[in-house]
C-alpha cells in the first residue's frame, strides 16, 4: 500500500485549514471522518453523511483537505482511503478538532428519537 504525501504539520498554517474547512462538503467530510475514528473511503464516508457529489469533486475536496494538512490518503489498489490527522492537527491547533468531535456529537445526540415512559 502506498501513502499520498502530506504537508509536515509545523508548515501547516491557521488560514489554510480554516479556509479548507469553510467549505460546506469539505467540513462534513471531516466531521465524518472525526465520526469514523480510521481509514475509509472519502465517497463513502460522505454517501453515510448525505452528501452525493461526483468522483472528480470527492478527489478535490481530498486534496483540499490533504494539502491542509487534516487528512492523510492512503492507496489501496484502485480506492483511496482517507484517515484525519486527528493527533497531529490537536497538536498543531489545540482543540480544534476536539470542537468538532463535540459539536457532531452533540448533532448525533440530537438527531436521535426520543423515548417516552
Known sequence: MTEVIEPAIETVTIDVVLSALADPVRLTLVRALVAAGDWTCGSDVLKEAGVTIGKSTVSHHIKV?????????RVDGIRRLVTLRYDDVEQRFPGLLSMLREHTSARTAAAAPTSSA
Open 65 to 73: 483537505l490533504r494539502d491542509a494538512g487534516l487528512i492523510r490518503t
